[in-house]
């Protein structure tokens, strides 16, 4: 005769215990990854904003060393490297007038080319380094821009740092992408989800994205500068909510769809 008993106990499942403790345990696993991610994130925000600190300082001492700004001051004087600029076109040499452009006039913030790209090799010249890296300084040769050859990748996602002038004023900006256009030609991405910009700003600033020293902006193929996208109630597909008093981040997006501006801040 077959063992019944002995086949009975083989056909035994799972008890309700045995089961709800499996799904406490499924759940601190994914409450831990949740966790985990959160953490990186944070992390990676905080690293951006200690790089724009970096690039901060890296500036300021610049100046207390030279006198100018890093690709806009005359280059080759100190041994500066750097082959785009649009002053001799030899060594990376700036016309000295304070502000950070791609060619002779403050409207030409398009291109990753003259001052605007002599800016990184400047702070990254062999001997007399203030920030990491090295960047060529050349315009992006013959090819496109590439982060991290001819500007600094970004901590946070898979974007570079850019620099720019404009009113008088200079820029960092956030949210530079790899081009796919002609030599030079400038690049931003969305890069930032709204909490997250909201979180830099906050950090550094006021925390509206259209005021003070940290400034949300637009994604756009060619112009760096661009207006940030906009919506006056909640919308989760543009970056800034303007029917608040102050404004606001659109809180409720999920998706990247902002780009930061930051001013370049000299003493």
């Not at 806009?72 to 082959?83: H, K, Q």
Request: hydrophobic share 40%.
């Amino acid at each position: 005769m077959p063992n019944i008993t002995k086949n009975r106990k083989m056909q035994k499942g799972f008890t309700l215990v045995e089961l709800a403790i499996v799904l406490v345990i499924i759940g601190l696993i994914v409450s831990s990854v949740l966790v985990g991610q959160d953490l990186i994130k944070a992390a990676q925000l905080r690293a951006t904003v200690r790089q724009l600190n970096e690039y901060q300082v890296a500036v300021n001492t610049f100046i207390g060393k030279y006198n100018g700004i890093p690709g806009d001051i005359n280059g080759g004087t100190f041994g500066l490297t750097g082959t785009a600029g649009y002053q001799d076109g030899t060594d990376g040499d700036g016309d000295g007038n304070g502000i950070v452009t791609s060619g002779a006039s403050a409207s030409l913030v398009t291109t990753n080319t003259g001052e605007m790209s002599t800016f990184w090799s400047h702070l990254t010249s062999p001997g007399k380094e203030l920030i990491s890296g090295s960047y060529p300084g050349n315009g992006c040769g013959a090819s496109t821009c590439l982060v991290g050859r001819d500007m600094p990748a970004m901590k946070f996602g898979a974007n570079g740092w850019g620099v720019f002038g404009a009113s008088g004023i200079n820029y960092f900006v956030a949210g530079m992408a790899a081009t796919g256009g002609a030599s030079a030609v400038t690049t931003t991405t969305a890069t930032f989800i709204p909490t997250d910009a909201y979180n830099i700003d906050n950090k550094i600033d006021d925390g509206v994205p259209t005021a003070g020293e940290v400034v949300s902006r637009g994604a756009h193929a060619t112009v760096i500068d661009t207006a940030a996208t906009t919506a006056a109630g909640a919308d989760a597909t543009v970056c800034n909510r303007t029917g608040t008093t102050p404004h606001q981040y659109q809180y409720t997006a999920n998706t990247a769809i902002c780009v930061l501006r930051f001013t370049m801040q000299t003493f």
